[in-house]
């Protein structure tokens, strides 16, 4: 197949559909390409127990609130996924899927898609694939020869499968401390972390962070919401703290057959190891493109690309906008970015 669209997205998570909220209130000519085969994004992979840092008011994508689910303050992974495909309804989104963006290339005035339905065509690009598909490993000595089991915040899905075991939680972010919480209850625990973890207040969740978010909007800084902490302190989180599991060790060095070795030669013996180490953009689909890339980061000035001002990024980080890989901060760039495009189109 071949076709020709004004703006297309690529990614249909919560990125790509606030982006296409304020495109088809523009009235432009959009397609929305997602690669997965349901609604949801990275959500529906989110491990059992994972839960959001802010109530469902403090959560929403444009135009329409996210619910309340009914006995929980912090909502669910399930509870965003069943929003998420309600939006994209409720809206009547063109989200086309399952199609996968393989490549992006110029084309005379044009960018072209090749994807694994055929090739598409358009004025503008918005890519919004996330970081999900990108888990970061860190290349530590030994991790190939460690015989017990290895996996990423991706493969988690419950404590349950290292219930009397020894385990080792590496990350000092969110993932890492809401991991370690539930493996903690069945598991003798180890938390590791680069730097010591800082964590955020009682009484500050994503009711405070949404204002963080709001002012530096606002002011068009680029900074996030870091200035205020890490880890957000959910229930499972402060329960962990009270047990006395939030004690973070150094990283170690190198990985041993039986375990993990720190610098000063003290060895400990594991059952696995629990990578929280966070991801890296996913944007193998633009490398034709040749964009310069430092850090993981392609140049933007707002979300738009320096390189092939053609094409948009959001909801990578902060980098393309304060908060935009979060749900309310996703609606927030996706509107400057739909402004910015429909006035190139009328131009």
Same mark, same amino acid.
């Given at each position: 197949m071949s076709?020709?669209?004004?703006?297309?997205?690529?990614? #249909? #998570?919560?990125?790509?559909?606030?982006? #296409? &909220? &304020?495109?088809?209130?523009?009235?432009?000519? &959009?397609?929305?390409?997602?690669?997965?085969?349901?609604s949801g994004g990275a959500w529906r992979h989110g491990w059992a127990s994972l839960r959001l840092f802010s109530p469902a008011e403090y959560s929403p994508l444009p135009g329409w609130g996210m619910p309340r689910q009914e006995g929980e303050e912090f909502p669910t992974a399930e509870h965003v996924v069943n929003y998420l495909r309600a939006y994209e309804h409720r809206y009547d989104l063109r989200v086309h899927r399952p199609v996968r963006a393989h490549a992006v290339r110029s084309v005379g005035d044009e960018l072209q898609v090749e994807t694994s339905v055929g090739t598409w065509r358009a004025r503008y690009v918005i890519s919004a694939t996330g970081t999900w598909e990108r888990p970061y490993l860190p290349d530590l000595p030994g991790r190939d020869q460690f015989t017990g089991r290895q996996l990423h915040t991706v493969n988690y899905d419950s404590s349950e499968p290292f219930r009397g075991q020894r385990v080792v939680v590496v990350g000092g972010g969110n993932s890492a401390a809401q991991i370690l919480a539930e493996v903690s209850q069945v598991a003798d625990t180890t938390w590791v972390a680069l730097r010591p973890p800082r964590f955020m207040p009682d009484d500050v969740d994503g009711r405070v962070l949404f204002g963080v978010a709001t002012r530096h909007a606002q002011q068009g800084s680029p900074q996030g919401v870091s200035d205020v902490g890490d880890i957000v302190m959910v229930p499972s989180v402060r329960?962990?703290?009270?047990? #006395?599991?939030?004690?973070?060790?150094?990283?170690?060095?190198?990985?041993?057959?039986?375990?993990?070795?720190?610098?000063?030669?003290?060895?400990?013996?594991?059952?696995?190891?629990?990578?929280?180490?966070?991801?890296?953009?996913?944007?193998?689909?633009?490398?034709?493109?040749?964009?310069?890339?430092?850090?993981?980061?392609?140049?933007?000035?707002?979300?738009?690309?320096v390189d092939e001002p053609r094409l948009y990024l959001l909801g990578y980080g902060d980098w393309t906008g304060p908060a935009s890989a979060t749900l309310v901060g996703a609606g927030r760039t996706a509107k400057a970015t739909v402004a910015e495009i429909s006035e190139l189109l009328r131009a």
């Amino acid at each position: 197949m071949s076709e020709a669209r004004e703006v297309l997205v690529i990614g #249909g #998570g919560q990125a790509g559909l606030a982006a #296409g &909220y &304020y495109l088809r209130r523009a009235g432009l000519d &959009y397609s929305i390409l997602d690669a997965q085969s349901q609604s949801g994004g990275a959500w529906r992979h989110g491990w059992a127990s994972l839960r959001l840092f802010s109530p469902a008011e403090y959560s929403p994508l444009p135009g329409w609130g996210m619910p309340r689910q009914e006995g929980e303050e912090f909502p669910t992974a399930e509870h965003v996924v069943n929003y998420l495909r309600a939006y994209e309804h409720r809206y009547d989104l063109r989200v086309h899927r399952p199609v996968r963006a393989h490549a992006v290339r110029s084309v005379g005035d044009e960018l072209q898609v090749e994807t694994s339905v055929g090739t598409w065509r358009a004025r503008y690009v918005i890519s919004a694939t996330g970081t999900w598909e990108r888990p970061y490993l860190p290349d530590l000595p030994g991790r190939d020869q460690f015989t017990g089991r290895q996996l990423h915040t991706v493969n988690y899905d419950s404590s349950e499968p290292f219930r009397g075991q020894r385990v080792v939680v590496v990350g000092g972010g969110n993932s890492a401390a809401q991991i370690l919480a539930e493996v903690s209850q069945v598991a003798d625990t180890t938390w590791v972390a680069l730097r010591p973890p800082r964590f955020m207040p009682d009484d500050v969740d994503g009711r405070v962070l949404f204002g963080v978010a709001t002012r530096h909007a606002q002011q068009g800084s680029p900074q996030g919401v870091s200035d205020v902490g890490d880890i957000v302190m959910v229930p499972s989180v402060r329960a962990a703290r009270d047990r #006395g599991v939030l004690i973070a060790q150094p990283m170690f060095q190198r990985l041993t057959p039986r375990g993990v070795a720190w610098a000063d030669g003290t060895e400990q013996d594991c059952d696995a190891v629990i990578w929280c180490t966070g991801f890296q953009p996913n944007l193998t689909h633009l490398a034709p493109l040749s964009l310069s890339v430092a850090d993981d980061r392609v140049p933007t000035v707002g979300t738009r690309s320096v390189d092939e001002p053609r094409l948009y990024l959001l909801g990578y980080g902060d980098w393309t906008g304060p908060a935009s890989a979060t749900l309310v901060g996703a609606g927030r760039t996706a509107k400057a970015t739909v402004a910015e495009i429909s006035e190139l189109l009328r131009a």
